[in-house]
Structures are given as structure tokens and as C-alpha cells.
């Protein structure tokens, strides 16, 4: 992740699924849906905030548990 990435998450702050969505994957071809999300929330694969029924999601935050979590290393020759 570069840093116009990470500053341009960070100007955001919290933002709902359908945020969360258009800020990790700026292309809309190869965005997920938002089921994807809620998969991933379910299984506590992502940091979220719940305020009362309300649902939110701080892109970096969720961009680094995303790396933590299903970054495939390469194999070093």
C-alpha cells in the first residue's frame, strides 16, 4: 500500500460497507459485493465499529487485517 493510498483512506474515517467497498477497490469490475463483507465481518476477519444497529469500518484498518489475513508471500529464489 502506498501513501496516497493510506492518505486518502485516512481522510474518510469511518465509512459503511458500501464505503468500505469504493475505497479498497476503487474499480468497480473487480469489487466485491458486499456479502463478501458481512462474510468476513462474521467471521471477525475484519475490524468494524457498531454503534447501536449502525455498522462501520475504517478502511485502513481493514486494509491492513485484509493483508495480515490473505497476503500470499512469494517464494523467494
Known sequence: MD???ISS???LGLVNAEGLLTALWPLKES???VRFIRDLQ???LIPYRKISSLVFFDPVEVRQALDKN???KSIEG
Do not use: I, M
Open 3 to 5: 501513501d496516497e493510498t
Open 9 to 11: 483512506e485516512k481522510k
Open 31 to 33: 469489487r466485491p459485493s
Open 42 to 44: 462474521a467471521k471477525r
Open 70 to 72: 490473505f497476503k500470499v
